[in-house]
């Protein structure tokens, strides 16, 4: 079972800047994704970003485009997320995720909704207004 660790998380002002990343223990399944996800408090864990792991298909929720950039280096077995212009409302726990797609006609983003995933600690992302 892969073993995912996220870091990066900090405290910063609203419009600032932070990139998080996320390890894992092995190389992915090349029929795997990865993804972002993101829970606020009192609220339920969303997908904000998934990527293949063959790093080919990037896509992000509607409320983090332009903003956020997922990326894999498989190099290192790790996944990054650039997030810019942060906002009071990007305040959340954010954690990374390893799953598998739900079948050779869906795509990672879709396969997030739903299904077994590996899933990292977490880290806290905090923006203060």
């Known amino acids: 079972q892969v073993q995912l660790a996220e870091s990066g998380g900090d405290s910063v002002q609203a419009g600032g800047s932070l990139r998080l990343s996320c390890v894992a223990s092995r190389n992915s399944n090349i029929n795997s994704c990865m993804g972002w996800f993101r829970q606020a408090p009192g609220k339920g864990r969303d997908v904000v970003a998934t990527?293949?792991?063959?790093?080919?298909?990037?896509m992000y929720a509607d409320s983090v485009k332009g903003r956020f950039t997922i990326s894999l280096d498989s190099a290192k077995n790790t996944i990054y997320r650039q997030m810019n212009s942060l906002t009071p409302e990007d305040r959340a726990m954010y954690y990374c995720?390893?799953?598998?797609?739900?079948?050779?006609?869906?795509?990672?983003?879709?396969?997030?909704?739903?299904?077994?995933?590996?899933w990292g600690q977490g880290t806290q992302v905090t923006v203060s207004s």
């Open positions: 990527i293949t792991t063959a790093g080919a298909r990037r």
């Open positions: 995720a390893e799953f598998p797609r739900r079948d050779a006609w869906t795509n990672c983003w879709n396969s997030a909704k739903e299904g077994e995933k590996h």
